[in-house]
């Protein structure tokens, strides 16, 4: 038995998960291991998603670590305001999760080389920017144990978007009339930018909204993914189940046939034997 075949059941392509989790779950009882059976039989399958970032995990941790480590510093600089340093830092969470994505979709490529092309990194790299922003899946996707993708749900620093002004750009102020007093003209000043400020702050708000939307509806389309692997999972052990005592009633009427053919054999022998004394007993009368 491996070292370790959770781990290997986590990194294998999910098509197999069920048939390989099973089989541990057989080895487990059979030797005597109800608890461990018990526990085996519990793991849930994991989506594709899910599969890409487990494998990342198990076969890299320590990339995922300075994810984390990435993570934590975005977290307290954002708890001191260090605007700087949370733009740096934002920057660095883009470009690490990239790069773990591509080598996520590389371990995929060269673990299931049918799944080239048809990986759904979209949902890999949502869980990825999730666990920079959250701690607890970070954690879960530490675990390597992941069933499901994760999404980012609008908590700790998020990249400001690029933003573009709605309305026109307002014409620069006309030059102040002669004798106008710097005062007056400060304040106009002040009044655009406030004005600016106002616009781009309606056009961040609807920004964030967009971007909560779209993550609830990931989550909810991930939950769903999850939902049909479970009804999958459950279909295909009542189908083994139902197979099972398909053949326990085909061994069972086999034996009733074999019975039913010696008793056949019997009663005929039975009938002969009938015959054979009403014949014996019919030439005793007749020597009378």
């Known amino acids: 038995m491996p070292a370790d075949p959770v781990a290997d059941l986590y990194t294998a392509p999910p098509e197999g998960f069920v048939a390989a989790r099973d089989e541990l779950v057989a080895e487990a009882r059979a030797a005597g291991q109800k608890e461990r059976a018990k526990h085996l039989g519990k793991l849930r399958k994991p989506t594709v998603a899910a599969w890409v970032v487990n494998l990342l995990a198990i076969r890299r941790p320590e990339l995922v ?82 069933v499901k993708a994760a999404s980012y749900a609008g908590f700790g620093e998020v990249p400001r978007p690029k933003l573009r002004l709605v309305t026109d750009e307002p014409p620069p102020p006309a030059e102040a009339p002669a004798g106008e007093d710097t005062a007056g003209r400060r304040r106009a000043a002040e009044a655009e930018r406030a004005a600016r400020r106002r616009a781009i702050e309606r056009e961040l708000a609807t920004a964030r909204t967009a971007e909560k939307k779209a993550a609830t509806d990931l989550d909810k389309a991930a939950k769903a993914e999850a939902d049909g692997e479970a009804a999958v999972e459950e279909a295909e052990a009542a189908l083994r189940e139902a197979e099972r005592r398909r053949a326990d009633a085909d061994a069972a009427l086999a034996r009733l046939r074999a019975e039913r053919k010696a008793a056949d054999r019997a009663a005929a022998a039975a009938r002969r034997r009938v015959g054979e004394v009403e014949a014996a007993l019919e030439d005793l009368d007749a020597e009378r």
């Open 65 to 146: 670590d300075q994810l984390v480590e990435l993570s934590a510093a975005m977290r307290e600089a954002q708890r001191e305001l260090k605007g700087d340093a949370l733009r740096e830092l934002s920057k660095q969470r883009r470009e690490a999760v990239n790069a773990l994505v591509k080598e996520a979709v590389s371990l995929a490529a060269k673990a299931d080389p049918g799944s080239r092309g048809k990986l759904p990194v979209a949902e890999v790299e949502a869980t990825l920017t999730a666990a920079v922003s959250d701690a607890e899946v970070a954690e879960q996707v530490r675990s390597g144990r992941l």
